[in-house]
């Protein structure tokens, strides 16, 4: 398990630690697209992607909305032994800058948030 490096220095802002990170899919054969949140340290599935969010941290209102994620996802395909294809920071707003490369499967990261409390109904 890698240890998240810190952010790089040019990209700092005030980041603050959140509990989930929303992250975006996309099956390329099947064209299917989802969104799914994950929990930080939580190990998720998507296809033969094994994805765990190490930290997810998102600047405060007053500052230019970026959120940043530390991601490692290993790729576990049945017939063949399981094989780290990403560990790095994904930036909201660049998904591009570091990026999954796989021939099957895109992840991004769409937002990071704090977990909603259950909902509760406020009545009259």
């Given at each position: 398990?890698?240890?998240?490096?810190?952010?790089?220095?040019?990209?700092?802002?005030?980041?603050?630690?959140?509990?989930?990170?929303?992250?975006?899919?996309?099956?390329?054969?099947?064209?299917?697209?989802?969104?799914?949140?994950?929990?930080?340290?939580?190990?998720?599935?998507?296809?033969?992607?094994?994805?765990?969010?190490r930290t997810c941290r998102?600047?405060?209102?007053?500052?230019?909305?970026?959120?940043?994620?530390?991601?490692?996802?290993?790729?576990?395909?049945?017939?063949?032994?399981?094989?780290?294809?990403?560990?790095?920071?994904?930036?909201?707003?660049?998904?591009?800058?570091?990026?999954?490369?796989?021939?099957?499967?895109?992840?991004?990261?769409?937002?990071?948030?704090?977990?909603?409390?259950?909902?509760?109904?406020?009545?009259?």
């Amino acid at each position: 398990m890698s240890e998240p490096t810190p952010i790089a220095p040019d990209q700092q802002q005030t980041f603050v630690a959140q509990e989930q990170a929303v992250l975006r899919t996309l099956d390329k054969v099947t064209a299917r697209t989802g969104t799914m949140t994950v929990d930080i340290d939580q190990t998720v599935s998507f296809g033969t992607l094994m994805i765990t969010v190490r930290t997810c941290r998102k600047t405060p209102p007053e500052e230019e909305p970026e959120s940043a994620a530390f991601i490692e996802i290993m790729d576990a395909p049945p017939e063949r032994e399981a094989r780290e294809v990403f560990s790095g920071w994904m930036f909201a707003s660049s998904p591009a800058l570091s990026a999954l490369e796989h021939p099957i499967y895109d992840v991004w990261l769409g937002d990071c948030k704090m977990a909603s409390s259950a909902s509760s109904v406020v009545g009259d």
